[in-house]
């Protein structure tokens, strides 16, 4: 007999998400899904990595089509609950989004809309496509740990950026222009460090300012970091910068957004399955916004392994 619970929706709503909309905005959310007729069960996040919890929970009691209200910190918890958990496939699990976040970087890739009701609508168009998943593999306390991204992860200031907006958020800062004020508080602390980096075996071993390995195309509240990343192609877009210093990041702040800072001499870009990073001090790291510290990383794909619910209409497009 299949379980009823398999085409109920589970709703993990992020409280904290956007600096407190996710509490302020609850009662619209789900007055919105109830009128869009979802049968659902609602679980709101208390703590910090509560809702891998939540989503593991979700999946043992039987569900298998989830909602994720909150930004891309909430999906991120909620891919490495997916990920993690051992009672089913990932590829039987389906994720929808509904935007609260700050940036919301990795709706922009899948063109779901920023507002709450036209989120809804594409929730219940039910559009479905399999996406690429991260993996990766590093050493905390000497314990391997593997941790998932579905959207981009960054190494050396691209981290370094992700941890200030952290505690920029954390002191109650909203808005995209704390990812600014990230950005340039970072600029002035930041030292480029001499950085291997391994690419489907091609080596790099020079002074290294960013590394962004990408499955959607944005980070850091709208940046263009990966302009020619595809979600699905089971290949990561990989943009490395080099040494390039104040004068040359601010020459390219505008291509950032657009993409074109690709365009650069000192930035490269390749396909890739195979990521590995690390130098003598190690680098820093971060995946969908969350802070990884300081390590060495393997970085590897799983392609399609994710059914999200997306737009058809608008994916890929430009913002």
């Keep these: 007999m299949e379980n009823p619970l398999t085409k109920k929706w589970f709703v993990i709503l992020n409280p904290h998400a956007g600096s407190g909309r996710g509490k302020k905005d609850q009662a619209e959310i ?40 909150g930004g891309d910190g909430s999906l991120n918890e909620a ?3 997916i ?9 039987e699990i ?16 899948f063109g779901i809309p920023n507002y709450y009701s036209e989120a809804v609508k594409i929730l ?8 690429d998943i991260g993996r990766i593999t590093f050493s905390e306390n000497d314990l391997t740990k593997n941790c998932y991204f579905a959207n981009m992860a960054g190494f050396g200031f691209d981290a370094m950026v992700a941890t200030k907006t952290n505690q920029l958020k954390s002191k109650g800062r909203n808005g995209i222009s704390l990812y600014l004020q990230a950005l340039g508080s970072s600029l002035f602390n930041y030292r480029t460090t001499k950085t291997q980096v391994v690419i489907d075996g091609q080596k790099i071993d020079e002074l290294i300012f960013s590394v962004s390995i990408g499955i959607g195309k944005y980070n850091g509240g709208g940046m263009m970091q990966a302009p020619g990343a595809i979600p699905d192609n089971g290949l990561f877009q990989v943009t490395i910068i080099r040494k390039i210093g104040l004068l040359g990041i601010l020459r390219n702040l505008s291509g950032l957004y657009s993409g ?25 790291g971060e995946a969908d916004g969350e802070t ?17 619910i997306y737009n058809p209409q608008k994916y890929l497009k430009e913002k």
């Design 94 to 109: 389906t994720v929808g989004m509904i935007p609260v976040g700050t940036g919301n970087d990795w709706i922009k890739t």
């Design 292 to 308: 990884l510290g300081d390590n060495k990383f393997e970085i590897d794909i799983f392609s399609q392994k994710l059914a999200v």
């Design 260 to 284: 074109k800072y690709v365009n650069d001499y000192r930035v490269s870009t390749f396909q890739a399955k195979n990521i590995s990073i690390s130098s003598a001090h190690n680098i820093a």
């Design 30 to 69: 789900l007055k919105r899904l109830t009128k869009a007729d979802f049968q659902y069960e609602l679980a709101v996040s208390e703590f910090p990595k509560h809702i891998i919890q939540l989503t593991i929970d979700a999946i043992e009691k039987g569900y298998r089509n989830l909602i994720v209200a």
């Design 83 to 91: 990920f993690s958990q051992t009672f089913c496939l990932p590829e």
């Design 79 to 81: 891919v490495n609950g």
């Design 124 to 131: 219940n168009q039910g559009e479905i496509m399999r996406q």
